[in-house]
């Protein structure tokens, strides 16, 4: 059984790459995850004790434990998530990303490197590292179009520029170095054990418990919003099958604004779990001052992945946002676990950094 190395999997896109990978058995995992405010070991669920997985806590920017890992496990391959990921907290803490996002890649790149240099003919022909980026490195959208693999970088706010930098270094490796790498840039994610700061999880919270629901602006900025399991299997997909040195483009044709979301998260709240004194938790939506540089439109062609790796999403927005209401009603436990003592709801990205 090969075994892969997983970052960033105690996080929320992270978790449900290993619960996939590990539920189906094809592979041993080892998740590596420094744990910060947003990994969490419950959302590895039951891959965390299984047989085929095993959890070390560490930073991807600790050169020493890294390579020991390499040295002890011997991957066949690192599918890379670790990362800061949150714009309004970058806006707030750059510092953090840039030794994540960049410096950290930078790490786990050279400690691959030095690994593939190491491994047999055989072992080495088939090591690949994927690593896993944002459609938010391309910048804003105008009212028509989509990001393809060749749309120019233009990043806005430190969270894409760190991300755009990281995959800047991913394709010099390949390049210079012959570190067979892939790269995907996907669209927001959304689905169950995803920490309460991002939209559909903080819509969910604040209009669960009868609190206001705080929407940038008028709430008419896009995203393509594509389900948490459809990203891990097109991950999946890109590592088994995906030619090294390509770019893979992961969305879900799912545009919608974001007032769009807060008010299909009321009715599906309104229908599911219905409040005791308020009959519309649409009322609830407040309309707050924008976030500094907020990009107005993302949007994926996808048509890449679909045609080369034969990779298509499963669910609409429409089906997967009723699993993730679903799930965030029956988790309340959860949510107020991970909550505990990091956030709880309050405004962030107010520009301000130190």
């Not at 590596?32 to 070390?56: C, M, P």
Request: net charge neutral.
């Amino acid at each position: 059984m090969k075994t892969l190395f997983v970052t960033g999997g105690a996080g929320f896109i992270g978790s449900a790459v290993v619960r996939m990978l590990v539920r189906e058995a094809a592979y041993r995992v080892v998740t590596i995850d420094k744990l910060t405010y947003a990994g969490n070991l419950e959302s590895l669920g039951d891959a965390l004790d299984a047989s085929n997985h095993r959890f070390v806590k560490a930073d991807i920017g600790d050169v020493t434990t890294i390579r020991a890992l390499f040295d002890e496990e011997r991957p066949a391959g690192v599918i890379h998530l670790a990362a800061e990921s949150h714009v309004d907290r970058s806006i707030d803490a750059p510092g953090d990303f840039i030794q994540t996002n960049v410096v950290g890649t930078f790490t786990l790149l050279q400690e691959s490197l030095r690994h593939l240099r190491r491994l047999e003919p055989n072992a080495a022909s088939s090591f690949r590292f994927v690593h896993v980026s944002t459609d938010e490195v391309f910048g804003s959208l105008g009212p028509t179009g989509a990001f393809t693999e060749l749309t120019p970088y233009a990043p806005r706010s430190p969270y894409a520029a760190s991300k755009a930098g990281s995959d800047h270094l991913v394709r010099a490796w390949f390049h210079t170095y012959g570190l067979p790498t892939l790269t995907t840039n996907c669209s927001n994610n959304y689905g169950p054990y995803q920490f309460p700061e991002k939209l559909v999880p903080l819509v969910i919270q604040q209009a669960l418990h009868g609190r206001p629901i705080p929407i940038y602006g008028r709430g008419d900025n896009v995203r393509d919003w594509l389900y948490v399991d459809d990203h891990a299997r097109a991950l999946i997909a890109v590592f088994e099958r995906g030619i090294p040195g390509e770019t893979y483009n992961v969305g879900c044709h799912g545009e919608r604004r974001n007032i769009d979301m807060a008010e299909a998260i009321c009715s599906l709240l309104d229908e599911l779990s219905p409040h005791p004194t308020i009959r519309e938790r649409r009322s609830l939506i407040t309309f707050v001052p924008d976030r500094p540089g907020h990009d107005h439109r993302y949007a994926i062609d996808m048509s890449k992945i679909e045609r080369e790796l034969r990779w298509r999403a499963s669910e609409s927005v429409e089906s997967g946002l009723r699993k993730t209401v679903r799930w965030y009603v029956d988790n309340q436990a959860w949510c107020e676990r991970v909550q505990a003592g990091t956030y709880r709801g309050e405004r962030l990205g107010l520009g301000v950094a130190p």
